[in-house]
């Protein structure tokens, strides 16, 4: 099965910049999904994409965070203005519905 | 306890020995899922058992369901040095629309000492 590919692995930010995360699901699956794991914390669910617009979303997807996939391909996660909690593991995931789903290997993000 | 809690969240066995993790859960679910995730890497999934199955095989992979105790066992047979990873269950709602995200529990750190 290919895998999800995301970029950058590890970013290390300012506090208040804005960061992109990115994710080629190289699939014809239709549902695409973030996560995020805070160190030695669970997967959190933060939001699911379907048919190029959000399908559900966690309380942690507030305001700061927004998703897109801009081409048909890359799908994005941006944070407007990083804070200090938001350094975590960020895991784009793709999947069928109430399926398995398939992980990339995740994009560490340090916030300064 | 939140949605999907394993226990223990701990297990440091030795090689050859069989593993069992369990995870409790408290909504209606519409399958219950077990991914693996090694050291800073991404999760790997590993078996999915519908709200209807009872018990499910994969390889060396044993998984159970108790729908009525909203519970899960995972079972590793012959555990070798390269399942040291942690381990975790997701379930997915028995309501709502198919792009609901998986709840993940906290889950055990499995440990095969060689």
């Known amino acids: 099965e290919p895998e999800v590919t995301q970029t950058p692995s590890h970013q290390v930010t300012q506090m208040g910049q804005e960061v992109i995360l990115r994710c080629v699901p190289i699939?014809?699956?239709?549902?695409f999904y973030w996560y995020r794991q805070i160190l030695g914390q669970k997967v959190e669910f933060l939001v699911s994409?379907?048919?190029?617009?959000?399908?559900?979303k966690s309380e942690i997807f507030d305001d700061q965070f927004s998703v897109e996939r801009p081409d048909g391909s890359n799908f994005t996660l941006k944070i407007r203005s990083t804070k200090l909690e938001d350094s975590a593991m960020y895991f784009c995931?793709?999947?069928?519905?109430?399926?398995?789903?398939?992980f990339g290997e995740g994009s560490r993000l340090t916030v300064l | 306890s939140q949605q999907g809690e394993e226990d223990p969240q701990a297990l440091s066995i030795q090689e050859g020995e069989n593993a069992t993790m369990n995870c409790s859960y408290k909504?209606?679910?519409?399958?219950l899922q077990w991914y693996r995730q090694n050291s800073g890497r991404g999760l790997v999934h590993l078996i999915l058992?519908?709200?209807?199955?009872r018990e499910k095989h994969s390889g060396r992979l044993r998984v159970t369901l108790d729908t009525s105790k909203k519970s899960s066992s995972l079972l590793i047979t012959a555990s070798r040095a390269a399942d040291t990873a942690s381990y975790f269950c997701?379930?997915?709602?028995?309501?709502?629309?198919?792009?609901?995200?998986?709840?993940f529990g906290k889950g055990t750190h499995l440990i095969i000492q060689p």
């Open positions: 995931a793709r999947g069928l519905a109430r399926g398995e789903l398939f």
């Open positions: 699939s014809n699956h239709l549902y």
């Open positions: 994409f379907y048919n190029n617009e959000i399908s559900e």
């Open positions: 909504t209606s679910i519409n399958n």
């Open positions: 058992i519908r709200s209807n199955e």
């Open positions: 997701a379930t997915v709602p028995g309501s709502g629309g198919g792009a609901d995200g998986l709840t």
